[in-house]
């Protein structure tokens, strides 16, 4: 039994060319597609939105509160957090760090903890920061030394803009401070 007997030989031009059950599949094919036509052709016509029922004021009560959560939910995202983290890395003093970065948007607040050699680039933050127009009232409300001497101060305020949490006011187009 030589090789060539125990494979089949795979021939281009007998592969290429349509062989009886080629055809056949083909037809089949073909008749269930204008079966299927026929069906959605003589089908009756239903108006989809025909009959149904009005929705009941628990439902309504419903939907309103799940579309205020996630309007709540988009107003968090839309806020100008790139506007503030440059604000914050921009316009402190150079040898002043920041440890903590917190905003709460709903209250309209804004929570720092600084890192410097004194307390005067705290207050020259503090300043610059107020300026620069996205936070107001500023003002350090505590303070401590590590072991090297290095001030850590808490800086707390409010949000710029129309009420608490309301970032309307606020540029976002900010270039640095000198």
């Known amino acids: 039994m030589g090789l060539s007997?125990?494979?089949?030989s795979l021939d281009p031009w007998a592969s290429g060319r349509p062989r009886r059950r080629d055809w056949l599949l083909f037809f089949s094919g073909a008749v269930v597609m204008i079966a299927a036509a026929t069906n959605l052709l003589m089908?009756?016509?239903?108006?989809?939105?025909?009959?149904?029922?009005?929705l009941s004021a628990a439902r309504m009560q419903e939907i309103e509160a799940?579309?205020?959560?996630?309007?709540?939910?988009?107003?968090?995202?839309?806020?100008?957090?790139?506007?503030?983290?440059?604000a914050i890395l921009l316009d402190l003093p150079?040898?002043?760090?920041?440890?903590?970065?917190?905003?709460?948007?709903?209250?309209?607040?804004?929570?720092?903890?600084?890192?410097?050699?004194?307390?005067?680039?705290?207050?020259v933050a503090i300043a610059r920061l107020e300026r620069g127009g996205l936070f107001a009232r500023l003002r350090a409300s505590g303070h401590d030394r590590d072991s090297e001497g290095h001030l850590r101060a808490v800086v707390e305020g409010q949000l710029?803009?129309?009420?608490?949490?309301?970032?309307?006011?606020?540029?976002?187009?900010?270039?640095p401070r000198p």
């Open 94 to 123: 150079p040898g002043t760090g920041v440890l903590q970065f917190d905003i709460d948007t709903q209250q309209g607040r804004v929570k720092l903890v600084l890192d410097t050699d004194d307390f005067a680039a705290v207050e």
């Open 43 to 54: 089908a009756p016509q239903t108006s989809i939105g025909a009959k149904r029922e009005p």
């Open 66 to 86: 799940q579309t205020r959560l996630l309007n709540e939910q988009i107003a968090r995202l839309e806020q100008p957090w790139p506007a503030w983290l440059r």
């Open 160 to 175: 710029a803009g129309k009420g608490p949490g309301a970032a309307g006011s606020i540029p976002l187009d900010r270039s």
């Open 5 to 8: 007997e125990r494979f089949v």
